[in-house]
Every structure is written in C-alpha cells, then in structure tokens.
C-alpha cells in the first residue's frame, strides 16, 4: 500500500488562488467519475480522492518529472486533440504498480515481462482517468476532443519522459500536474497525473476562468 507522500507540488503562483481552487474542483468532479466507472468495470468499490493540484511551466514540469518522480514504474500515455491539443500521463511507482496490478487479478508486476493481463489492467486504469481529466479540461473549450489509444511506458526516468516531450521549440507548453489517492476497498495506491497543454498561457487561463465564471 502507498500513501501520499512528498513535497507540496509548486505552481510559482501562474494562476489565481481563485483560478487554481476552480481547476481543483473540476480535476475533483473527474476523478468522482473515473472512479465510478472503474468500479463498475472491475466490480470493486472503487474511489480517488485529489490530494494536490498545481500548474506547472516549462521548468516546472521538468523539476516535477526529475525530482518528484524520479524512476517511474509504468505510465500510460494518452495524445489528445480538438479543444485542447496536448498529452496525459498517469504515472505510479514500482511499488504501487505491482500492488494494484495484483489486486485486481493480474500477476505481480515484472519490470522485465508484462503479461496481457498485467498490461491490461494498467491501460485500462489510465485510460479511464485520463479521459475523464482531459474531457472537463476540453469542455471548457466547447469543442470536441479526440484521444489517440494511450501507450505504455514502464521504467523509465522522470527527466526522459519530459525531454521526449517537450521541444526546445515550443514556449506554449504547461502542465496541470495532480497527486491522487486510488482506493481500491482497503488499499491506497498513490498515482500521478500530468496533463500537456501546448497553448498559450492566456489560453491556459482562459479554461479557469470560463470555469470560475460559470460557477
């Protein structure tokens, strides 16, 4: 079992308190419905409580992936376009990866071999909740979003993941990065979440305050 733990995530104060409090309560509603969902795929009592949010920019986002992360056990990648145009990841360590995986019915996760099912489970976790973030995030946007099939990734460092996404090129690039709690009955597995915008800044802003205003 992995609990929350680590630094306090810093956004170096890019949106609002108001601003941030509003994105907080979306990425709450998502992550309300994934977990819905995924108790009705598995047939388990399924909930994910949001424990921190912050928006990050360039710097952050690698200071996020190197030092928060470091060696990540598996991630699952999803593109997405339309409304928004980016990347997510669900992220979870060695520990957590193996524990949930055998949980909900796979083998005992092996960084060397990952059976289907093993694989199965893990993309259909981060499947779920990936599609739901980035969904209220495109709402906002009143556009239709496509989402290309996610993609697995397992052992990787922190700091190769931001540099095969991010280009020196780009300045428009930020991240809504999110620590989650997954409860699975008794369990708690930790899990991390990042979602790529590549948008101007102000466009960025703009989702939390068409957000806040709708409140």
Known sequence: MSRLAGAEMQDAELLSPEELDVLREMMNIASGRAAGTLSGIVNRHILMELAQVAVLDRQGIFDFLEKEMGVIGSAVEQRFSGGLVGTSMM?????SCAQLVE????EVFNGA??????QSILYEVGNVILNSCVAMLGKQTGRRMHFALPRMYYNLRGRAIAENLISPA????YAIAMKSALKVGDMIFQIHILVFLLLPFDELRGIARRALNAL
């Open 113 to 118: 071999s990952q059976d289907l099912n093993e």
């Open 170 to 173: 780009d300045p428009n690039i």
């Open 103 to 106: 949980l909900l019915g796979g």
């Open 91 to 95: 992220m979870m360590d060695y520990q």
